[in-house]
């Protein structure tokens, strides 16, 4: 953390100096060389990544199978029944509760014994229990597939979902025929795969998301907190851009005291009143990037408010981490108010100049659309009704 707080006063103390602009119009140079070589470099990697997704295929859908089983449970929806698989252990045990459970219903509602619905209470969660470990081994299993699936060569964090340039493509496939080869052929442009028929037509690809409408804070199908939080995209070429404002949830006990100081400190500047004793919150941004590696020979990346010669930096970064970024950013109340006014958020690029001064190579920006709304009504749930939703979803335990 403080390594980040002074790179980020390093980065504002470059942009205080004088500071070239972006054309923005044309692609950065080096550019088109650069997303030539991934094109190259991403036809084994996707060729691998096809073949291992072949394999999880199947574990895919009985995961789902058994998240919907789970669901089911959990509301006693008994509609399920006639879809269970005999033959499949787990689905057996889950017929066979659903048809106990309903006698044990029926028998309460005749004789109003009060231990036929502890009985009932203690087979749904032996039951739940069933699930969630077949569940954990597929999930088992699928890691294992992955981790076998070794080394990926350039890393399908570059490849996965990319747009490539076609005659790249082509000129590495050569005679071979798989998916990513076949779909690169004109005839098939309809495929899993997006091509462009050069670099300069990847840099006119645009694509912007408005905020998205929040809503309660929730448990999700793996069991993790879900919801409460506002996402926007947006995209140009390869380059993507995903921020959600959200809380950022703390274990204390998984906290320093200076940390959980600074989460107090921050929710009484804010007004915001907390009495859980084992977690805590405060209003942050999830930034990601699809950046592993420099575009256009950037030594740094800013997330800032603002034009870039006037840029409120909330998050500062060094480039060629060979990993996409993906940070939390907790925010400070003066960013609080910028996020919640509308204020634009943006990426910038910049490289540090011999002389001292910094140059902006490119940027991407988000969009405000539905900003102001979507931020303003989240951070409202946030002071008030999440407290207690955080209460009951996770109930503090008894010491």
Excluded at 147 to 175: K, M, P, W
Aim: hydrophobic share 40%; net charge negative.
């Amino acid at each position: 953390m403080r390594r980040s707080r002074l790179l980020t006063a390093a980065l504002a103390a470059l942009l205080a100096k004088p500071l070239m602009g972006i054309a923005q119009d044309t692609p950065p140079d080096g550019f088109a060389d650069l997303e030539l070589e991934r094109s190259r470099l991403c036809v084994p990697v996707l060729v691998q990544l096809d073949a291992l997704n072949l394999r999880l295929q199947p574990l895919g859908f009985r995961t789902e199978r058994l998240r919907r089983i789970a669901a089911a449970i959990a509301i006693e929806d008994r509609t399920l029944m006639d879809s269970l698989n005999a033959s499949d252990s787990t689905e057996a045990a889950v017929r066979d509760w659903f048809v106990s459970d309903g006698r044990l219903a029926r028998s309460f509602l005749e004789t109003n014994q009060q231990s036929l619905q502890q009985q009932r209470a203690v087979d749904r969660e032996r039951i739940k229990g069933t699930v969630q470990a077949t569940l954990e081994g597929v999930q088992v299993e699928a890691q294992d597939l992955i981790e076998g699936a070794g080394d990926f060569g350039v890393g399908d964090r570059a490849c996965e979902g990319a747009v490539l340039v076609r005659s790249a493509v082509l000129e590495v496939c050569g005679s071979e025929q798989n998916l990513i080869c076949d779909a690169a052929k004109p005839a098939n442009s309809d495929g899993a795969y997006r091509f462009v028929e050069s670099p300069e037509d990847l840099w006119d690809m645009q694509e912007f998301r408005p905020w998205t409408s929040p809503e309660p804070l929730q448990v999700g199908p793996d069991g993790q907190l879900d919801g409460a939080s506002t996402v926007t995209f947006a995209r140009q070429g390869n380059l993507a851009l995903s921020v959600a404002f959200r809380p950022l949830i703390r274990q204390r006990s998984d906290m320093t005291p200076e940390e959980i100081q600074n989460f107090e400190t921050l929710l009484d500047s804010i007004g915001f009143e907390l009495d859980h004793p084992e977690l805590i919150y405060a209003p942050a941004l999830a930034i990601r990037a699809t950046l592993p590696e420099p575009l256009a020979g950037e030594d740094s990346y800013i997330i800032h408010f603002g034009d870039i010669e006037t840029a409120d930096i909330i998050w500062g970064g060094a480039s060629g981490t060979g990993a996409p970024i993906e940070i939390s950013v907790l925010l400070t109340p003066i960013h609080i108010m910028k996020l919640t006014q509308g204020d634009p958020l943006q990426l910038t690029a910049i490289r540090s100049l011999d002389d001292g001064n910094g140059e902006a190579l490119f940027g991407l920006g988000l969009t405000p659309v539905n900003q102001t709304s979507a931020t303003q009504s989240l951070l409202a749930y946030m002071a008030t009704q999440m407290p207690e939703d955080l209460k009951l979803l996770v109930p503090p335990r008894d010491y």
